[in-house]
């Protein structure tokens, strides 16, 4: 056949070829739309955003690029087979977050209201298993139902694949979870396996067991919201680190978060350029804390003073509140901050806040975060609760994590370090770097006043005045074993230094240790107190 002769032919292939392509933008616009505009409108009337809506929010502008968009589901009975919407109820895909690589799945609560189903599961597994495999962090945007009840055990399945996903995860990549909608029964387990949990106020809720089967097993009467909305599990439960009041906030600030985080455990995280000097001098400090040990003060106002232009990010901010975990910057450099907070129960360490440092200590040391620690502690919160609740377990959970970790570790003793909680506070004896001290700072077994009367009772008790007889004793004991330069003359603090000159200190240090390696054990992993 002639070459003229062959034009129709390749004509017809190409008009066939352009319409299977148009035919393809009409899929992807059907996958792109969703259910319709009703839903869209029903999801928006609840004060939450569409799941691509989420995803731009929280993405670089064009960057998101979409895996397994016209996925459907295979399961039939109870009327499935007649409703295959693509995307299955899930989006999931990668994108940028200043530019750096970042994976995500954001359920579609408009499509079987988000719940999960085998193939909506498979979706997930495989995103989580590409941000594994790429060393890139990993966002969940959750506003799903649970499990798809038609689907059975092969929807349960499904989780078990995400919860050894999140696990296998864990320390490797970051992992945030943003709860956006509800999250009942054993989907609630993910969320608590990753790092961060961000929830936002009236239309996000996490419970194992709703508020209708509450009241029929014990007949208890409560809100969703009451049980496990985002003030909840923010100031009660401690499941939530952050709680805002809308969704652009919170994705706003998820991705303040993910810019000082490194990508995985094998980076640092992104040094950013500063013009903070970090030489800087702040006699504000010298008026900020205290030279009397019983007065209160605000720690964050220290806090403040030492960071980058005292910008700073305070994890689990409204639970233990005797304790201050943050991320922040010290000339460019991302650190971790865990300082006692006066403010709150004279900053004593118990139960809660022994627990919350000691996951905060742990985040860092796996993703090479830089330890600061800014010590004013009076001990362990004693009592009767406090005891049988296992505070000696959980206070340990602290002492582990900071003996555990390799990450440079510096600490700062500002004014009281007493007894046990001293050393837990990652004191040099538990293998800080370096630790400096206040020349206002009182490191001892108890205070003076609990000290002279142990040390003195008898004497205390046949004096003629025993009132002025202990006063004498306690000025007797603070002058021997609780003067400022007692721990450095014994090696126990590296150096006195002047308050003002804190920054300029921790920054320097911190220079030094950037390079620092750490030797550990070979073993499979510790067994750390539960």
């Not at 602290?398 to 990652?426: E, F, Q, W």
């Not at 001892?444 to 002279?452: E, I, P, R, S």
């Not at 008898?458 to 009132?467: G, S």
Request: charged letters at 25%; a negative charge.
């Amino acid at each position: 056949m002639s070459v003229v002769n062959d034009i129709p032919r390749v004509s017809e292939e190409v008009a066939a070829t352009r319409a299977r392509v148009a035919e393809l933008r009409t899929v992807r616009a059907e996958a792109l739309a969703g259910p319709g505009e009703k839903a869209t409108e029903a999801q928006h009337a609840k004060g939450k955003l569409t799941a691509r809506e989420r995803i731009g929010l929280l993405l670089d502008p064009g960057s998101f690029q979409e895996v397994e968009q016209l996925r459907r589901h295979r399961a039939t009975g109870f009327g499935l087979e007649a409703k295959k919407p693509y995307t299955d109820g899930v989006i999931t895909g990668w994108g940028t977050v200043e530019s750096r690589t970042v994976f995500v799945y954001a359920h579609d609560f408009r499509i079987f209201g988000g719940a999960l189903g085998e193939a909506h599961a498979t979706k997930i597994h495989k995103i989580m298993d590409m941000a594994i495999a790429a060393g890139a962090p990993l966002v969940s945007l959750n506003d799903g139902a649970g499990a798809r009840i038609q689907e059975g055990v092969s929807a349960l399945a499904g989780y078990g694949g995400i919860f050894q996903r999140n696990t296998r995860a864990s320390g490797v990549i970051p992992q945030i979870s943003v709860m956006l909608g509800p999250c009942a029964g054993g989907a609630a387990y993910s969320p608590a396996l990753t790092d961060f949990v961000f929830m936002v106020r009236e239309t996000s809720q996490m419970f194992i067991t709703g508020p209708d089967v509450v009241k029929a097993v014990t007949g208890e009467e409560i809100t969703q919201n009451g049980l496990g909305g985002a003030d909840v599990h923010a100031e009660t439960s401690g499941v939530c680190h952050f709680a805002y009041d809308d969704e652009e906030t919170c994705i706003e600030e998820v991705r303040y978060l993910l810019s000082l985080l490194p990508q995985n455990n094998r980076e640092y995280p992104p040094h950013g350029p500063s013009t903070d000097p970090p030489a800087r001098r702040s006699q504000a400090l010298l008026d900020l804390v205290p030279a009397d040990g019983n007065r209160p003060y605000d720690m964050t106002k220290v806090i403040e003073e030492i960071v980058d232009d005292g910008e700073y990010l305070e994890v689990h901010e409204r639970w233990a509140r005797n304790i201050i975990c943050a991320l922040s910057r010290l000339d460019g450099q991302v650190v971790g901050i865990v300082a006692n907070q006066p403010q709150t129960l004279a900053g004593v360490l118990d139960i809660e806040a022994s627990e919350k440092a000691a996951r905060f200590v742990q985040m860092c040391d796996a993703f090479n975060i830089p330890l600061v620690t800014l010590l004013d502690v009076p001990g362990f919160l004693p009592g009767v609760d406090q005891e049988h609740g296992g505070i000696i377990r959980h206070g340990a959970k602290l002492l582990y994590a900071y003996c555990n970790a390799t990450v440079p570790r510096v600490s700062i003793i500002l004014r009281k370090a007493y007894g046990g909680a001293y050393i837990v506070m990652d004191s040099q004896s538990i293998g800080a770097d370096l630790t400096y001290a206040w020349p206002t700072n009182e490191i001892a077994v108890m205070g003076a006043d609990g000290a002279a009367n142990v040390i003195f009772r008898r004497q205390i008790a046949e004096a003629d005045d025993p009132d002025a007889a202990r006063e004498r004793m306690v000025k007797e004991y603070k002058a021997e074993l609780m003067h400022p330069y007692y721990a450095a003359e014994r090696g126990l603090v590296d150096d006195v230094i002047d308050p003002a000159e804190t920054r300029e200190v921790l920054s320097r240090a911190l220079a030094m240790l950037r390079s620092k390696h750490a030797e550990v054990p070979s073993r499979k992993h510790g067994n750390p107190p539960q």
